[in-house]
């Protein structure tokens, strides 16, 4: 019943999807690169089932230049990662948070993690990209984490950011921009879907909030949000075209800034996996594949922005 079910919903659809150059006519931004612009694109854990060998082993195959997962605690696990990287000539983006409802200890489980990521012996990272604070914790309190991540950055010369993410600090575009206003070297990973979502928009009304936050960003999440969720069912589907322009609108700005600066880009794929990806009812089936989402998305980005 269950292959049958597959079965149905891959020919009930097959015919809904369109090709990237019929829903987007305009696939190539007229920018000339200045020397020492480079798009990297990274591949995301979340939701695979299988060893770290075998995603990386995916990741390669499917093209992606690196991989982003949370930074391991344990050391077996450690050296299963940064073997698999070796063995498949892979980059590696690193993630990093805290955890607890009590400011003080988060704090200090994020310093942990920050610390030791950042001081690995195995690899270094690209980048590290920070889960920072709490959205209930008060402003000096999750100010803290920017001060400390601005310190080891310029201590480490690893670029440290910080997630536009529901639930932690930086979780809505107003209260993001007070930060970014007080912490000059703020620097942000932008995954603006979590503000459709809790703005119930596509920002239209924050204009100017949204330039600050662009301005600041050097690292993208790749997600297509909406005003009510975080995640469009399938961004190749007709329906979420204008959806999927506004997020090119916003995801251009940072990559011209880019390239006009001559600076590296990073991106990560990040279509997530049930319950993120909607479902059907009981049987929990997916309406759509995630891995295939979030190849479609990063091959779509590199001929848009290489």
């Known amino acids: 019943m269950a292959h049958n079910r597959r079965h149905f919903l891959k020919a009930a659809t097959a015919g809904?999807?369109?090709p990237m150059e019929s829903l987007l006519t305009d696939?190539?931004?007229?920018?000339l690169s200045s020397v020492g612009y480079s798009l990297t694109f990274m591949a995301t854990d979340w939701g695979f089932q299988g060893s770290v060998e075998a995603f990386c082993a995916a990741a390669k195959k499917?093209?992606?230049?690196?991989?982003?997962v949370w930074w391991p605690g344990n050391i077996d696990a450690q050296k299963a990662l940064f073997s698999a990287l070796e063995q498949h000539g892979l980059q590696v983006g690193l993630m990093c948070g805290g955890a607890g409802s009590d400011a003080e200890r988060h704090l200090t489980g994020f310093v942990q993690q920050i610390d030791a990521a950042s001081s690995n012996t195995y690899q270094r990272p690209l980048y590290i990209n920070c889960h920072s604070g709490k959205d209930y914790f008060t402003f000096a309190e999750n100010a803290a984490f920017i001060d400390y991540t601005v310190k080891?950055?310029?201590?480490?010369?690893?670029?440290?950011?910080?997630?536009?993410?529901?639930?932690?600090m930086l979780f809505a575009a107003p209260v993001a921009r007070q930060f970014i206003e007080k912490h000059p070297d703020l620097r942000l990973t932008l995954d603006i879907s979590h503000w459709c979502v809790?703005?119930?928009?596509?920002?239209?009304?924050?204009e100017e909030t949204v330039k600050l936050a662009l301005a600041r960003a050097d690292h993208i999440h790749t997600r297509i949000g909406h005003a009510e969720g975080p995640q469009v069912n399938d961004p190749r589907a007709p329906e979420?075209?204008?959806?999927?322009?506004?997020?090119?609108?916003?995801w251009d700005q940072i990559v011209a800034r880019k390239k006009q600066s001559?600076?590296?880009?990073?991106?990560?794929?990040?279509?997530?996996?049930?319950?993120?990806?909607?479902?059907?009812?009981y049987t929990r089936q997916p309406l759509a594949d995630q891995w295939a989402i979030n190849v479609y998305m990063m091959q779509l980005l590199r001929k848009r922005y290489q």
Request: glycine letters at 6%; charged letters at 25%.
């Open 152 to 168: 080891k950055s310029k201590e480490t010369k690893i670029p440290i950011y910080h997630e536009t993410h529901r639930g932690r």
């Open 262 to 281: 001559g600076e590296p880009m990073t991106m990560l794929a990040e279509f997530g996996p049930p319950d993120y990806l909607p479902t059907l009812p």
């Open 27 to 31: 696939l190539h931004m007229p920018i």
């Open 198 to 206: 809790v703005h119930e928009s596509l920002l239209e009304d924050q």
């Open 240 to 250: 979420w075209k204008r959806t999927l322009e506004a997020h090119l609108h916003w």
């Open 62 to 68: 499917d093209g992606y230049d690196g991989i982003e």
């Open 16 to 18: 809904l999807f369109l």
